[in-house]
């Protein structure tokens, strides 16, 4: 196999860095790219000029540097969102979503994170978890993500202390087991020395786990993808003489040629006659291929339908409720009027009612009227016509939507749908303390005597309490 095609068939991670101001994200991407030799001599040169002129006075390379000249001239653009590198090794492809620090850009967070495999979230160890390591975990898991890597940072300021590195971590235990993350790493590294990144840091002989890059390299996030739920929004139909076809990108699940499928939200049946990738016919396609399908008879879909099995559709409803993280600044109240895009489909929306706001640091709900911008809360919604959609916890794709406003056609928020049988009732015990296990299953991780105690865990949602 050639350079080229062995390239192409490497898996893809999408992880988002995050954490508080100062914690060592920048250092830690320049390091993460310089050592994969992402990075051009030319670049690497002009960062080596500003570490001597901005710098410290070391002559080692300042590998924030490397980040924040690109910074630099990102910020001469319009918007501050989420800035997106990429980078290879021969193992992976990695596209990193470098989450802006500040409270203030919790909504370009939550759009770049909806995308991700993966958390790092950064923590400088003298300082342990702060509110924005909360906040961002908190977002992180509510936004679906299910693997979440603790790095604890500046452990050379900290003398490599295995104690302090435990502190942190207990720490942060004790805030996700809250959280529905199933599986939760944690690794003392120093990004300014490299310890733990690429290679096994001699400084710290007590931890026994990999390196930080060879677990990005081998952590395994394709089952987190749904291929069981067949979900086929189309994005368009396409007419050849007597035939139509429909084209878009599979969600989830797995289609065959013959397969008995339902169109919503009408739930007209038909079967699949044939199937096509780039014009080439095939018999199977699953998520997240982009193909045209046709029907054995000429029943009437359009752009915002959507295609499942016969025996195994999901909920199609004029009603549904959600967690909400609010990007517009004027306020979502109950009453007010939007588009809601969910899928291929464009619907007329009304807020019926905002159910509580969300504090991130504490995990409680308090009743609110209304939601300001970047606050976190659950909602009823009422639409115009019939919605067909799923939990976001089973299906991201089909559990997701964004609030249009109607005037100014800017997104105004974002949301991800509840089961709302599971998000009413609180966890039965076992369930708790079952995801409580899963998070403490870390090597050399003892359970703390809380673990499971009375908190929910299904759903971000319900894994916050009413106050
Ligand atoms: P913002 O982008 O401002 O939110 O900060 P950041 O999280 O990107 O932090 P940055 O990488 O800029 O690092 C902040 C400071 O910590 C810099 O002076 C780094 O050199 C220093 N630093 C980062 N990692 C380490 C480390 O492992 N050890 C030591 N001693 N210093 C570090
Ligand atoms: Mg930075």
Redesign the pocket.
């Known amino acids: 196999m050639g350079f080229v095609e062995s390239y192409q068939n490497l898996e893809l991670l999408r992880f988002l860095t995050c ?1 508080s ?7 830690l991407i320049g390091r993460l790219l310089y050592d994969s030799r992402s990075v051009p001599d030319d670049q690497a040169a002009v960062a080596r000029r500003h570490t001597a002129r901005y710098g410290s006075g070391s002559t080692d390379l ?1 590998f ?1 540097m490397l980040v924040d000249g690109l910074r630099a001239e990102r910020e001469q653009g319009i918007t501050i969102d989420v800035a997106y590198r990429y980078f290879a090794t021969p193992k992976r492809k990695f596209i990193i979503a470098d989450a802006p ?1 500040h409270e203030q850009y919790t909504r370009n967070m939550a759009t770049g994170a909806s995308h991700c495999d993966l958390a790092l979230v ?1 923590v400088d160890v003298r300082e342990g978890i702060v509110e924005q390591t909360r906040r961002h975990a908190f977002i992180a898991a509510l936004l679906g993500i299910r693997h979440m890597v603790l790095a604890v ?2 452990m ?2 900290a003398d490599f202390d295995e104690r302090r590195f435990d502190e942190v971590r207990r720490d942060f235990i004790d805030f996700c087991t809250r959280l529905e993350v199933t599986d939760v790493e944690f690794i003392p590294i ?4 490299g310890d733990n990144l690429v290679e096994r840091s001699a400084a710290m002989p007590w931890y026994r786990g990999r390196p930080l890059l060879d677990y990005l390299e081998t952590v395994h996030v394709a089952s987190d993808r749904n291929l069981i739920d067949l979900r086929f929004p189309v994005q368009m139909t396409l007419r050849s003489g007597e035939t139509r076809h429909l084209a878009g990108t599979i969600a989830s699940g797995v289609v065959r040629v013959g397969d008995e499928v339902a169109i919503l939200p009408s739930l007209r049946r038909a079967h699949i006659e044939s199937l096509a990738v780039g014009g080439e016919s095939i018999s199977e396609a699953f998520a997240p291929m982009a193909v045209t399908a046709t029907l054995d008879r000429d029943v009437d879909v359009s752009r915002g339908d959507l295609v499942a099995h016969v025996r195994n559709v999901p909920a199609v409803e004029r009603e549904l409720e959600a967690m909400v993280v609010w990007m517009s600044e004027s306020p979502l109240a109950a009453g007010k009027e939007y588009l809601l895009k969910h899928a291929t489909a464009s619907v007329p929306c009304r807020v019926s009612d905002v159910r509580y706001r969300v504090d991130v640091q504490e995990l409680r709900h308090h009743s609110a009227a209304q939601l300001a911008l970047n606050e976190i809360g659950r909602v009823r919604i009422a639409t115009a016509r019939p919605v067909a959609f799923d939990s976001y916890v089973r299906n991201r794709a089909m559990g997701s939507f964004i609030f249009i406003d109607r005037l100014t056609n800017a997104t105004a928020g974002a949301g991800m749908i509840l089961d709302r049988e599971e998000a009413d009732e609180p966890a039965p015990r076992k369930l708790r303390r079952a995801a409580a296990s899963r998070v403490l299953r870390k090597r050399g991780t003892t359970a703390p005597t809380r673990a499971g105690g009375t908190r929910a865990t299904s759903g971000a949602a319900a894994a916050t309490r009413t106050s």
Not at 21 to 27: A, F, I, Q, W
């Open positions: 954490g101001v100062d914690h060592g994200k920048s250092t300042d924030a620090g950064l940072n500046k050379d300021l120093s990004a300014s020395n």
